[in-house]
T-cell receptor, first 114, second 116 residues
Framework: NAGVTQTPKFRVLKTGQSMTLLCAQD?????MYWYRQDPGMGLRLIHY???????AKGEVPDGYNVSRLKKQNFLLGLESAAPSQTSVYFC?????????????FGPGTRLLVL | AQSVSQHNHHVILSEAASLELGCNYS??????LFWYVQYPGQHLQLLLK??????LVKGIKGFEAEFIKSKFSFNLRKPSVQWSDTAEYFC??????????????FGKGTHLIIQP
């Protein structure tokens, strides 16, 4: 099993450009999450999904949109990138519906917005 | 909403020294607790977790943590650190009642440097 994979690994954008980050998991997990990691801030939840076709806002959702059209994929979109969105983005997934699930993380996408 | 506080942002130790990283959380109900590690250039890996039962939990690579409910603490320990333990360590919590839907709440991390 590949676990959680993320595409791309690294990207440079200009302010105002758009892009989509792809997260894929092969563990049949129901829940998927997008976090951003910034120095001295830890990881903060952007959006999450509890199942195919459902999404919800996390702690820092502004400037991002997400979609979960297929159970195994969770897309994070930036419609108009801003320098404040320079960060490392991590996707995670977890086992269905119990309180004892563990989140498994992808390798991260490093995004630089100029 | 829950929050997590990690006491030290940077810790520097010599090899073979003992390690204790502090973690406190605030939440009115039952939580599940985690410690994740991020080695340089790598993604987060689970070190250990506490859900219920024995409050002293053992994880990978000789790490352990003790949940003290009365102090809302979940401190990470290792008796003798190695150079390869140089990494960033994150404490995280998730409310038990939420079923995991809300995502993890992370502390800001502790950057641990082990000097040979």
């Amino acid at each position: 099993n590949a676990g959680v994979t993320q595409t791309p690994k690294f990207r440079v954008l200009k302010t105002g450009q758009s892009m989509t980050l792809l997260c894929a998991q092969d563990m049949n997990h129901e829940y998927m999450y997008w976090y951003r990691q910034d120095p001295g801030m830890g990881l903060r939840l952007i959006h999450y999904s509890v199942g195919e076709g459902t999404t919800a806002k996390g702690e820092v959702p502004d400037g991002y949109n997400v979609s979960r059209l297929k159970k195994q994929n969770f897309l994070l979109g930036l419609e108009s990138a801003a320098p404040s969105q320079t960060s490392v983005y991590f996707c995670a997934s977890s086992t269905p519906g119990t309180a004892q699930e563990t989140q498994y993380f992808g390798p991260g996408t490093r995004l630089l917005v100029l | 909403a829950q929050s997590v506080s990690q006491h030290n942002h940077h810790v520097i130790l010599s090899e073979a020294a003992s390690l204790e990283l502090g973690c406190n959380y605030s939440y009115g109900g039952t939580v599940n607790l985690f410690w994740y590690v991020q080695y340089p250039g790598q993604h987060l890996q689970l070190l250990l977790k506490y859900f219920s039962g024995d409050p002293l939990v053992k994880g990978i690579k000789g790490f352990e943590a003790e949940f003290i409910k009365s102090k809302f603490s979940f401190n990470l320990r290792k008796p003798s650190v190695q150079w390869s333990d140089t990494a960033e360590y994150f404490c995280a919590v998730i409310p038990y009642s939420g079923g995991g839907a809300d995502g993890l709440t992370f502390g800001k991390g502790t950057h641990l440097i082990i000097q040979p």
